[in-house]
């Protein structure tokens, strides 16, 4: 295979080529026109001072993890347990003495909450056996809806009870 005449020039004057070095000003041209910026003491601060706030975010992040252990999970999720379970029955108790009957006014709700308390046993047993967050969410998600079904149900029975009976509204 012949080489390129030009090839063959290169090789030849090769040492002549060595010899000179461009300045300063050429190398800058090729940088700009490349689009690199000449490096300046303002890019180098503004690099160390977002490796120092990304090096002081994990610590503070990794601390704050280190301090929040699943104990404290543990301790937090009973305290919100315990709060909407007490509300559950308070507003159980409020319907039953309102209402002035012995047994719950709303059999549909009462089956609604009686499959919920069955879906929270299973999810309890779930948690004691992982302690996983979201089994923990879901526990809280359920307490909630029984807490805003018997909301609903203390509405209802408070309207009733409020309401002008017929014979109180026709006597004038």
Known sequence: MSKDPFDTFIEAHKEEFDVHQPSASVWNNIRFRIGAKPSSSKTIWWKVAAVVFFACSGYLFSQQYIFTTPSTHRAEFVAIEQFYLNQIE???????????????????VENELIQLNSMYQVLKEEYENTHSQRVAD??????????????????????KVNEPKEDESRTI
Do not use: C, H, W, Y
């Open 138 to 159: 879901a526990m809280i998600l359920n307490l909630i809806m029984r807490t805003n079904k018997l909301n609903n149900s203390l509405g209802q029975v408070d309207k």
């Open 90 to 108: 308070e507003k159980k108790g409020m319907i039953l003495t309102i209402s002035q009957k012995d047994e719950f006014p709303f059999p549909e």
